[in-house]
Every structure is written in C-alpha cells, then in structure tokens.
C-alpha cells in the first residue's frame, strides 16, 4: 500500500515568488492537512480538505491557499513568499479526516526562501 | 485554548535504560492523544494513539503511553532505550474527532552507548 506521497522534496525559491507543493494521499483517504514546521514556531495546522472543500483552516495569512482534486491529490500554494516561510511542509492523509482514523504523514517539502 | 506541553525539550539516556518522555494536555473534553516520531529529515510517523479505550496504549518499537486523566498527562515510555531510538518525539492532542492535531514543541532523545 503506497504511503503519503509530497512532491518536490527540496524547493529553493527567491522572495517575493510563488510555489506549489503537492500531496497525493493514500489511496481511499478523502481527507488532507497541510502542517507547516518550523524550529520556531515547531508544528502549525495550515488548513484540511475533505472531498475537495476546505473544511478546517489554521491562522495563517490569505498567502497561503490549497486545492483539492477529485482524486483527493492535494496542492499548497504559497504566493509572495518571505524568508519566514522557509520550513518543511507536511501532509497528512485520512481516511475521514478524523482523529479515531488517525492521519498518516508524508515525508513533506523543504522549502527555502532566499 | 486546547495546549500541549513536553516537558523537557531535549532528553539524554544510555542504551538499556528506560526512557520517559513527558506530555501534559489541556483540554475541557476527554482528547484523542497521540505520540508521533521525527528521524530526520523524514516527516512523522504514528508511535501510538489513545482515543478512550484501553489507559494504557502500546505502539511500535516497545513503546507505550499511559492516559492519567487526573494529571492530564500521557507520557511515552519504553522500558528500554536503543540507538535507534534516537530522534524527535511529538505528542499531540485532537480535542475531538474532526479538528486539527494540535503539536507539543517536541523532544529530542538521544542514546549513549
């Protein structure tokens, strides 16, 4: 059975860009989240989709947005980028997007912002 | 606000002794708790999750954690360290099914030969 699955694994951006990372979770799961993790501010909620709606959002600004497809493959989209936003980017696949199902993480994105 | 705390940012121990790592919850409703581990550069894996059955939770790799509701603590133990062992440990707290993990700051273990 194919784990959580990110793409790219290491992102080198200069400020003021956007990028895109994406998540392809287990298969059957409806449910992703997005954590962004920082030595600072260490393990963040960024936002939830399940069956293509957001339905969870954490406190983070309107730069930061997701998508979801069909097939429950997920994307991340950071506009205007800022040195802060350097971190590793995890996903976290579910089957419901509830905590008794637990959620299953991928291996994330590093993104460096120079 | 639901919180999670670790006690201890950064634990040491010789392989064979026990490891204890500390977690305390604040929530108003029984969570669902969860420890997770970090190698690195690797996202999380799932050590073990408590969501109202059995107090004591037993996970991967000899390790469990026991839910004392009147201390709201969930501490990982394992009676005995391994080098391999060596790593980031996270506890989380889910307030109730269909929210957020909510992530304690993590504790780095290290294992002496």
């Known amino acids: 059975k194919a784990g959580v699955t990110q793409t790219p694994r290491y992102l080198i951006k200069t400020r003021g860009q956007q990028v895109t990372l994406s998540c392809s979770p287990i298969s059957g799961h409806r449910s992703v989240s997005w954590y962004q993790q920082t030595p600072g501010q260490g393990l963040q909620f960024l936002f939830e989709y399940f069956s293509e709606t957001q339905r969870n959002k954490g406190n983070f600004p309107g730069r930061f947005s997701g998508r979801q497809f069909s097939n429950s493959r997920s994307e991340m989209n950071v506009s205007t980028l800022e040195l802060g936003d350097s971190a590793l980017y995890l996903c976290?696949?579910?089957?419901?997007?509830?905590?008794?199902?637990?959620?299953?993480f991928g291996s994330g994105t590093r993104l460096t912002v120079v | 606000a639901q919180s999670v705390t670790q006690l201890g940012s950064h634990v040491s121990v010789s392989e064979g002794a026990l490891v204890l790592l500390r977690c305390n919850y604040s929530s108003s409703v029984p969570p669902y708790l969860f420890w997770y581990v970090q190698y690195p550069n690797q996202g999380l894996q799932l050590l073990l999750k408590y969501t109202s059955a059995a107090t004591l939770v037993k996970g991967i790799n000899g390790f469990e954690a026991e839910f004392k509701k009147s201390e709201t603590s969930f501490h990982l133990t394992k009676p005995s360290a391994h080098m391999s062992d060596a790593a980031e440990y996270f506890c989380?707290?889910?307030?109730?099914?269909?929210?957020?993990?909510?992530f304690g700051k993590g504790t780095t273990l290290s294992v002496s030969s």
């Open positions: 976290a696949s579910s089957l419901e997007g509830t905590a008794d199902y637990g959620y299953t």
């Open positions: 989380a707290v889910s307030p109730r099914a269909g929210t957020a993990l909510i």
